[in-house]
């Protein structure tokens, strides 16, 4: 059988943020009607959840294409695509003022997730699938010295990027002050912190900002944030991984949220 063979720059240029991989990111696409322009199945797939994924193509007039598997690992970079991939038509950030509309349309105060230069897509992909998960209003990315959507991250969001509100800004300081002027609390996670989470209250307007895998927030964001709070941790080890981090801040306002 006939492999295609690429060279370094159609890698690069097909490795880019508007290509999703992974059987359950694909479905949670073409359920959420996002702008999908094609679809590729490995050689041969044709079982499990891709028969769902071939018959809402067909059913949302998205065109689907077979691929050699080699070609799947160039696009999309990983070699954990569980033969399926998809190109978006188009980048489905929104932008700040969109995930306060959000909050307002629901009547509720936002809840807002700010990473600080989290570059690893697997934190990012699991902060998305949290923040879904607890309803957040949405997440907000430097579009610098951090991680976009990119195929690792949807799929280790679970398919959650297609159902969460993510915008990108080119500034994550001006924006957080952007954010306090429409009445929005930042609180940084630090662990040096004297106020720890428990003690805070997150049920007013708040966006909570989670630093870096390895440095944890930057100088001038710390700077800009309103209120430093920590995590209580009993053990040796004195720091979390990011998404777990995250994890816990946001579940602790959507504990507050539902008034237990």
Same mark, same amino acid.
């Given at each position: 059988m006939k492999r295609d063979v690429y060279s370094a720059g159609? +890698? &690069?240029e097909e490795q880019k943020e508007g290509v999703i991989a992974g059987r359950n990111a694909v479905l949670e696409a073409l359920k959420s009607g996002a702008a999908l322009e094609k679809i590729f199945v490995a050689r @041969?797939? =044709?079982q499990g959840s891709i028969i769902r994924i071939l018959s809402l193509a067909k059913e949302k007039k998205v065109p689907v294409q077979e691929a050699e598997r080699q070609k799947l690992d160039f696009m999309t970079g990983i070699s954990t695509h569980q033969g399926v991939a998809a190109y978006l038509s188009q980048k489905e950030y929104c932008t700040v003022d969109e995930?306060? *509309?959000?909050a307002a349309e629901k009547n509720e105060p936002p809840l807002i997730l700010l990473c600080d230069e +989290? *570059?690893?897509p697997h934190n990012l992909g699991a902060i998305l699938r949290? *923040?879904?998960a607890v309803g957040a209003h949405g997440v907000i990315v430097p579009r610098h010295r951090s991680v976009g959507v990119t195929p690792a991250v949807t799929k280790a969001s679970a398919g959650a990027v297609f159902h969460v509100a993510? &915008?990108?800004v080119t500034n994550l300081v001006r924006t957080m002050e952007e954010l306090k002027q =429409? @009445? +929005?609390w930042i609180y940084g996670t630090d662990a040096a912190a004297t106020s720890d989470l428990y003690h805070t209250d997150l049920t007013g307007s708040t966006a909570l900002v989670v630093g870096s895998e390895g440095a944890g927030m930057s100088r001038l964001v710390r700077e800009h944030c309103d209120h430093l709070i920590s995590i209580p941790m009993r053990g040796e080890v004195n720091s979390l991984n990011a998404s777990v981090a995250a994890g816990v801040v946001m579940y602790e306002a959507l504990r507050q949220r539902s008034g237990h």
């Amino acid at each position: 059988m006939k492999r295609d063979v690429y060279s370094a720059g159609q +890698v &690069a240029e097909e490795q880019k943020e508007g290509v999703i991989a992974g059987r359950n990111a694909v479905l949670e696409a073409l359920k959420s009607g996002a702008a999908l322009e094609k679809i590729f199945v490995a050689r @041969g797939e =044709k079982q499990g959840s891709i028969i769902r994924i071939l018959s809402l193509a067909k059913e949302k007039k998205v065109p689907v294409q077979e691929a050699e598997r080699q070609k799947l690992d160039f696009m999309t970079g990983i070699s954990t695509h569980q033969g399926v991939a998809a190109y978006l038509s188009q980048k489905e950030y929104c932008t700040v003022d969109e995930i306060l *509309a959000i909050a307002a349309e629901k009547n509720e105060p936002p809840l807002i997730l700010l990473c600080d230069e +989290v *570059a690893d897509p697997h934190n990012l992909g699991a902060i998305l699938r949290t *923040a879904e998960a607890v309803g957040a209003h949405g997440v907000i990315v430097p579009r610098h010295r951090s991680v976009g959507v990119t195929p690792a991250v949807t799929k280790a969001s679970a398919g959650a990027v297609f159902h969460v509100a993510i &915008a990108k800004v080119t500034n994550l300081v001006r924006t957080m002050e952007e954010l306090k002027q =429409k @009445g +929005v609390w930042i609180y940084g996670t630090d662990a040096a912190a004297t106020s720890d989470l428990y003690h805070t209250d997150l049920t007013g307007s708040t966006a909570l900002v989670v630093g870096s895998e390895g440095a944890g927030m930057s100088r001038l964001v710390r700077e800009h944030c309103d209120h430093l709070i920590s995590i209580p941790m009993r053990g040796e080890v004195n720091s979390l991984n990011a998404s777990v981090a995250a994890g816990v801040v946001m579940y602790e306002a959507l504990r507050q949220r539902s008034g237990h």
